[in-house]
């Protein structure tokens, strides 16, 4: 399977705990995208990387999260002392910027994380 | 700001044709994307349309574009039980951010 992969699916974790999640976009994929989707809403844009460098970050990130991708492969998305808010699915997306105006991003399964 | 509107909730026979509607705010947007989730899935990019088309066609889905309105509509023709799945509709300016709508969900009765 060459698409986008995410890991764990679930994670279900006690608030107040750190947690770690994994994406590995699509090989040749230079853009990397985390979104979060929280039950009846759409994704909301959370940072996105190119290559290993972090472009964007939206408000929504706050200072508990912070995201890497240190070889411009794989990322993570590591949430410090949850809240039970923080509850959501979390997507990852990559595409391939070639420097044209459109570029698809594809989506992973993502996570779903559960803050008890 | 930017700002995506859908309705929530669509229900169609089979056979039918299916018609989702969105309502955006952002008149710089360059892209405007219908995605489909289905239960337990990433999303899935079905179509776009670029701000300075009208309409495009592939296959089963038209997608109208109303740029005057800021009215972007979606129609599947003869809808089968598989179409089933939320619908988002997105909309790109022309930087990374992609904003989503809250998506509506299409239930295809047999």
């Known amino acids: 399977d060459t698409g986008v992969s995410q890991n764990p699916r679930h994670k279900i974790t006690k608030r107040g705990q750190n947690v770690t999640f994994r994406c590995d976009p699509i090989s040749e994929h230079n853009r990397l995208y985390w979104y979060r989707q929280t039950l009846g809403q759409g994704p909301e844009f959370l940072t996105y990387?190119?290559?290993?460098?972090?472009?964007?970050k939206s408000r929504l990130l706050s200072d508990r999260f912070s995201a890497e991708r240190p070889k411009g492969s794989f990322s993570t998305l590591e949430i410090q002392r949850t809240e039970q808010g923080d509850s959501a699915m979390y997507l990852c997306a990559s595409s391939l910027h070639s420097g044209g105006a459109f570029n698809e991003q594809f989506f992973g399964p993502g996570t779903r994380l559960t803050v008890l | 700001g930017e700002d995506v509107e859908q309705s929530l909730f669509l229900s169609v026979r089979e056979g039918d044709s299916s018609v989702i509607n969105c309502t955006y705010t952002?008149?710089?947007?360059?892209?405007l994307y219908w995605y489909k989730q289905e239960p337990g899935a990433g999303l899935q990019l079905l179509t776009y349309?670029?701000?300075?088309?009208d309409m495009k066609q592939d296959q089963r889905l038209t997608v109208l574009l109303n740029k005057k309105d800021k009215h972007l509509s979606l129609r599947i023709a003869d809808t089968q039980t598989g179409d089933s799945a939320i619908y988002f509709c997105a909309e790109w300016p022309g930087y990374q951010k992609v904003t989503f709508g809250i998506g509506t969900k299409l239930q295809v009765i047999p």
């Open positions: 349309i670029f701000s300075n088309m």
């Open positions: 952002d008149s710089s947007s360059t892209y």
């Open positions: 990387f190119q290559n290993e460098a972090q472009l964007e």
